[in-house]
């Protein structure tokens, strides 16, 4: 137990070890082997890029595309490396033999390199005493280096050539880390290693293709070409190249010449002469006199690490210097920057990094003026800019910042505007200074050329100038910003006041806020929103609704004040998908989706019941803020309301279905809980379809809760008596069936006087007991409501009758009637909607 605890234990040490100095290149060789596991032992997938020789241990995203670089990749199977195959056997079923660096050479086709050791006389140490790495060119690769001939033909250039190629210690490739200097036998010059994420090794650049070939003193690592020394810095080559004069003038007027030659890890993408002749002159010399904008430029095109072309599989985005980013990818052979084929050479490798001459100019935003920031999506604002003359007073020294409609903002009515109206529609998209998206802050006034202030709105996920908002896509040029609006700005022109009044839709809303006092919160000068209703909207207001509203000035200034809300609300920065909580002057937080009723007295509750019919504010997506904070809505309420005669009606709150056809039988004020008898009374006392209730005291009528029901048609009560329902769920109310009753609750039944009418529904099947029956319906599941069988009555109250609530799309309440003065309570609405114009 204790040997096989301690193999165990061992096996996990070992694993754990062999996980932590794992390399991107062995994991990818490991996905290798899994994918080939049905071709046998020791067997690794590849792909190759057809057409060419390239060969390669694919990431997950070439293999499933199965292509790299765009073109397609076929898969093969080859061994392992370290593996060989044995005629007859299926798979790579055998270890490659160990033999010195030398011997190893001719193992891993390497013959060539092999041959040119024996040559020079380097033969002597692949085969000595000592531990060695060599990263041996392929046979293909000497073979495409064709001017090596005048090297191969002097052998003390060619052993100084393959002793660069050559370390002083065995590394594995889990040994080689990204930015790794090693020193080579040659004189220590310094060979530079990358390791990339996507398995890919380098060494001056030369991808390893065949990694780990053990030998008995040292490793063998085939590349796939024969690497040069890298003695010169980036600003060295710079210096030295005929094609790079103007890039050198750039670096030196830039300041940037002395961190070109610092000892960093950098890649240059050089434009060459050519590429700086292609631009126009004016914005060459435009670059040439502005120190600032050459730096931003120069650092556009430099990154901070060293990106060799063979480790680029697809296309990877890169921050540069200047802090924007590129895109770099390949197509074949072919580097591409930006989606463009624009390298002319690859691969120059310095001692700080590595260089790629490129045929264009790479131009970042921070080296271009703002106007010619702007793009496709907005091409109409900048054709008209330039029509009307408002370019020449956006000079590259003068800062600006330009709020550029998209195309889809400008209408025919509006290109047809008369030009001088047009120009000034147009200067109140320019603003006079430089404000970045990071600058702007809520209540932030802008002036524009035009001389207007703009007003800056911050929301949660918007930032809206006046009544347009912008959309992503900021950008930063040399001499200001360009941001994009999702509408034409339209400064404010008048108050609010004058806007109602000019308007003509808004009387019975202006005479209410001059009744209430009101009048000078619409012409004052503050941040407003005005949820206004127009006229249309106290259409079933009768005069004697008007004055019951203005009759009470507190509860009229409470429902106008929740009218309004405090700041400017632009519909672009409400957030979608969620409730949006506006706190109101009134006090209560106005919920667009989802808005709580503010409460009055019950005469002005059935008021605000007609004013504001809807529960929830419901915004169009598109719909367009008024510049004055004003939104409108159409039409009157649609609510049938309850006509309260004699009697106490209380509707708390109806939960779904149709509340039309709702009865109740019977009920007193006096006593809810008790329900008398004074004489005996026999056999069968049945109550058929109530259709009226007589009683000379006043009668209480309370449904407690109705659920899938008809309404309340008519309720007449005049004698007392007592009838509880205390939930009625799916099904019809009007027939109630009373089974038993019980003698230990004292609650009884008086009827002092004489009942009439029609009492043929309700059955007392037994009375138990000397004491009056109790009568109780506790809750009603199922059924229809009107037909509604008591199937079990349980004990105390059975007096209240209440309809807590009603949620439906139906909440029409036809009548109700009764003796006494009625009280009639709509305590919540649901599912209704206010809609915008």
Same mark, same amino acid.
């Given at each position: 137990?204790?040997?096989?605890?301690?193999?165990?234990? *061992?096996?996990?040490?070992?694993?754990?070890?062999?996980?932590?100095?794992?390399?991107?290149?062995?994991?990818?060789? *490991?996905?290798?082997?899994?994918?080939?596991?049905?071709?046998?032992?020791?067997?690794?997938?590849?792909?190759?890029?057809?057409?060419?020789?390239?060969?390669?241990?694919?990431?997950?995203?070439?293999?499933?595309?199965?292509?790299?670089?765009?073109?397609?990749?076929?898969?093969?199977?080859?061994?392992?490396?370290?593996?060989?195959?044995?005629?007859?056997?299926?798979?790579?079923?055998?270890?490659?033999?160990?033999?010195?660096?030398?011997?190893?050479?001719?193992?891993?086709?390497?013959?060539?390199?092999?041959?040119?050791?024996?040559?020079?006389?380097?033969?002597?140490?692949?085969?000595?005493?000592?531990?060695?790495?060599?990263?041996?060119?392929?046979?293909?690769?000497?073979?495409?280096?064709?001017?090596?001939?005048?090297?191969?033909?002097?052998?003390?250039?060619?052993?100084?050539?393959?002793?660069?190629?050559?370390?002083?210690?065995?590394?594995?490739?889990?040994?080689?880390?990204?930015?790794?200097?090693?020193?080579?036998?040659?004189?220590?010059?310094?060979?530079?290693?990358?390791?990339?994420?996507?398995?890919?090794?380098?060494?001056?650049?030369?991808?390893?293709?065949?990694?780990?070939?053990?030998?008995?003193?040292?490793?063998?690592?085939?590349?796939?070409?024969?690497?040069?020394?890298?003695?010169?810095?980036?600003?060295?080559?710079?210096?030295?190249? !005929?094609?790079?004069?103007?890039?050198?003038?750039?670096?030196?007027?830039?300041?940037?010449?002395?961190?070109?030659?610092?000892?960093?890890?950098?890649?240059?993408?050089?434009?060459?002469?050519?590429?700086?002749?292609?631009?126009?002159?004016?914005?060459?010399?435009?670059?040439?006199?502005?120190?600032?904008?050459?730096?931003?430029?120069?650092?556009?095109?430099?990154?901070?690490?060293?990106?060799?072309?063979?480790?680029?599989?697809?296309?990877?985005?890169?921050?540069?210097?200047?802090?924007?980013?590129?895109?770099?990818?390949?197509?074949?052979?072919?580097?591409?920057?930006?989606?463009?084929?624009?390298?002319?050479?690859?691969?120059?490798?310095?001692?700080?990094?590595?260089?790629?001459?490129?045929?264009?100019? $790479?131009? =970042?935003?921070?080296?271009?003026?703002?106007?010619?920031?702007?793009?496709?999506?907005?091409?109409?604002?900048?054709?008209?800019?330039?029509?009307?003359?408002?370019?020449?007073?956006?000079?590259?020294?003068?800062?600006?910042?330009?709020?550029?409609?998209?195309?889809?903002?400008?209408?025919?009515?509006?290109?047809?505007?008369?030009?001088?109206?047009?120009?000034?529609?147009?200067?109140?998209?320019?603003?006079?200074?430089?404000?970045?998206?990071?600058?702007?802050?809520?209540?932030?006034?802008?002036?524009?050329?035009?001389?207007?202030?703009?007003?800056?709105?911050?929301?949660?996920?918007?930032?809206?100038?006046?009544?347009?908002?912008?959309?992503?896509?900021?950008?930063?040029?040399?001499?200001?910003?360009?941001?994009?609006?999702?509408?034409?700005?339209? =400064?404010?022109?008048?108050?609010?006041?004058?806007?109602?009044?000019?308007?003509?839709?808004?009387?019975?809303? $202006?005479?209410?806020?001059?009744?209430?006092?009101?009048?000078?919160?619409?012409?004052?000068?503050?941040?407003?929103?005005?949820?206004?209703?127009?006229?249309?909207?106290?259409?079933?207001?009768?005069?004697?609704?008007?004055?019951?509203?203005?009759?009470?000035?507190?509860?009229?200034?409470?429902?106008?004040?929740?009218?309004?809300?405090?700041?400017?609300?632009?519909?672009?920065?409400?957030?979608?998908?969620?409730?949006?909580?506006?706190?109101?002057?009134?006090?209560?937080?106005?919920?667009?989706?989802?808005?709580?009723?503010?409460?009055?007295?019950?005469?002005?509750?059935?008021?605000?019941?007609?004013?504001?019919?809807?529960?929830?504010?419901?915004?169009?997506?598109?719909?367009?803020?008024?510049?004055?904070?004003?939104?409108?809505?159409?039409?009157?309420?649609?609510?049938?309301?309850?006509?309260?005669?004699?009697?106490?009606?209380? #509707?708390?709150?109806?939960?779904?279905?149709?509340?039309? #056809?709702?009865?109740?039988?019977?009920?007193?004020?006096?006593?809810?809980?008790? *329900?008398?008898?004074?004489?005996?009374?026999?056999?069968?006392?049945?109550?058929?379809?109530?259709?009226?209730?007589?009683?000379?005291?006043?009668?209480?009528?309370?449904?407690?809760?109705?659920?899938?029901?008809?309404?309340?048609?008519?309720?007449?009560?005049?004698?007392?008596?007592?009838?509880?329902?205390?939930?009625?769920?799916?099904?019809?109310?009007?027939?109630?069936?009373?089974?038993?009753?019980?003698?230990?609750?004292?609650?009884?039944?008086? #009827?002092?006087?004489?009942?009439?009418? !029609?009492?043929?529904?309700?059955?007392?099947?037994?009375?138990?007991?000397?004491?009056?029956?109790?009568?109780?319906?506790?809750?009603?599941?199922?059924?229809?409501?009107?037909?509604?069988?008591?199937?079990?009555?349980?004990?105390?109250?059975?007096?209240?009758?209440?309809?807590?609530?009603?949620?439906?799309?139906?909440?029409?309440?036809?009548?109700?009637?009764?003796?006494?003065?009625?009280?009639?309570?709509?305590?919540?609405?649901?599912?209704?909607?206010?809609?915008?114009?």
């Amino acid at each position: 137990m204790i040997l096989l605890f301690t193999a165990t234990f *061992t096996i996990m040490v070992l694993s754990s070890l062999d996980q932590v100095e794992s390399s991107a290149y062995d994991k990818i060789v *490991t996905h290798s082997r899994i994918r080939a596991k049905s071709q046998g032992p020791n067997v690794c997938a590849l792909q190759q890029v057809m057409g060419t020789k390239k060969k390669y241990f694919s990431t997950c995203r070439n293999w499933y595309n199965k292509s790299i670089c765009g073109k397609k990749a076929v898969v093969l199977y080859e061994c392992c490396p370290g593996y060989m195959k044995l005629d007859g056997k299926h798979g790579c079923p055998a270890v490659a033999p160990i033999d010195t660096v030398y011997g190893t050479l001719d193992l891993v086709q390497a013959k060539i390199t092999q041959q040119y050791s024996d040559q020079s006389k380097l033969r002597e140490e692949l085969d000595g005493a000592g531990s060695y790495t060599m990263f041996a060119p392929s046979d293909d690769a000497w073979k495409e280096n064709m001017p090596s001939s005048a090297l191969v033909s002097r052998n003390t250039e060619l052993y100084d050539s393959l002793c660069y190629h050559v370390v002083n210690k065995r590394l594995l490739t889990k040994d080689l880390k990204n930015d790794m200097i090693l020193q080579s036998i040659n004189d220590n010059h310094d060979l530079y290693i990358n390791h990339y994420s996507n398995g890919v090794v380098t060494v001056n650049c030369a991808r390893i293709i065949h990694a780990n070939q053990v030998a008995t003193n040292g490793v063998v690592h085939v590349i796939d070409r024969v690497i040069s020394f890298a003695v010169q810095t980036i600003m060295d080559e710079i210096e030295t190249n !005929d094609d790079l004069t103007t890039l050198k003038t750039v670096a030196l007027r830039s300041g940037l010449h002395g961190q070109l030659g610092e000892s960093k890890h950098y890649t240059l993408f050089a434009p060459t002469n050519e590429a700086f002749e292609k631009l126009d002159r004016d914005v060459l010399e435009r670059l040439m006199s502005d120190t600032t904008v050459l730096e931003a430029l120069l650092k556009y095109h430099l990154l901070n690490s060293v990106q060799c072309s063979e480790a680029i599989m697809a296309g990877s985005v890169y921050e540069t210097l200047e802090g924007s980013n590129i895109e770099i990818g390949c197509d074949g052979e072919s580097l591409t920057v930006n989606g463009i084929k624009m390298v002319l050479k690859k691969d120059i490798v310095t001692s700080n990094g590595v260089i790629h001459l490129i045929d264009q100019v $790479l131009m =970042p935003d921070s080296a271009k003026q703002v106007i010619e920031l702007i793009g496709k999506s907005q091409n109409i604002f900048s054709d008209m800019v330039s029509e009307l003359g408002l370019s020449a007073a956006m000079q590259p020294e003068t800062e600006y910042t330009i709020l550029a409609p998209l195309n889809g903002a400008f209408s025919e009515e509006l290109m047809s505007m008369d030009q001088r109206l047009l120009k000034i529609i147009l200067e109140n998209h320019i603003v006079k200074l430089r404000v970045s998206l990071s600058d702007l802050y809520n209540g932030q006034l802008l002036e524009t050329l035009g001389g207007k202030l703009l007003r800056v709105f911050i929301y949660r996920t918007a930032v809206c100038i006046e009544n347009a908002c912008m959309v992503r896509g900021s950008r930063e040029g040399s001499n200001g910003v360009l941001h994009l609006m999702r509408s034409l700005i339209q =400064p404010p022109e008048t108050t609010i006041y004058k806007r109602l009044l000019k308007d003509g839709r808004f009387k019975i809303f $202006l005479s209410l806020m001059e009744s209430a006092g009101l009048t000078d919160l619409l012409k004052q000068e503050g941040s407003y929103t005005l949820f206004a209703p127009i006229d249309a909207a106290f259409d079933t207001l009768t005069e004697e609704d008007i004055t019951l509203l203005k009759s009470d000035i507190n509860t009229l200034r409470a429902i106008l004040l929740y009218h309004f809300s405090n700041g400017v609300f632009i519909n672009g920065g409400l957030e979608g998908g969620v409730t949006n909580l506006l706190k109101t002057i009134q006090g209560n937080n106005l919920q667009v989706l989802s808005v709580n009723l503010p409460v009055g007295h019950e005469d002005i509750l059935i008021l605000l019941k007609k004013l504001i019919r809807h529960i929830q504010l419901k915004v169009h997506p598109g719909l367009d803020m008024p510049p004055d904070g004003i939104f409108t809505f159409p039409s009157g309420p649609k609510v049938k309301v309850v006509i309260g005669e004699p009697g106490i009606t209380t #509707v708390k709150r109806v939960i779904k279905g149709d509340s039309r #056809v709702t009865k109740v039988k019977k009920g007193t004020e006096r006593d809810p809980n008790v *329900t008398k008898v004074p004489g005996e009374r026999r056999g069968d006392l049945s109550f058929t379809k109530v259709r009226q209730v007589v009683g000379r005291d006043p009668s209480v009528i309370k449904v407690t809760r109705v659920i899938k029901g008809d309404s309340i048609r008519k309720v007449v009560g005049r004698d007392p008596s007592v009838t509880k329902v205390t939930r009625v769920i799916e099904g019809d109310s009007s027939v109630t069936k009373v089974k038993k009753g019980t003698e230990r609750d004292p609650n009884v039944t008086k #009827v002092p006087g004489e009942l009439r009418g !029609d009492l043929s529904v309700t059955k007392v099947r037994q009375v138990v007991g000397r004491d009056p029956s109790v009568t109780k319906v506790t809750r009603v599941i199922k059924g229809d409501p009107r037909v509604t069988k008591v199937k079990k009555v349980t004990e105390r109250d059975p007096s209240v009758t209440k309809v807590t609530r009603v949620i439906g799309r139906d909440q029409s309440i036809t009548k109700v009637a009764e003796g006494n003065p009625s009280v009639t309570k709509i305590t919540r609405l649901t599912e209704s909607m206010y809609q915008f114009d």
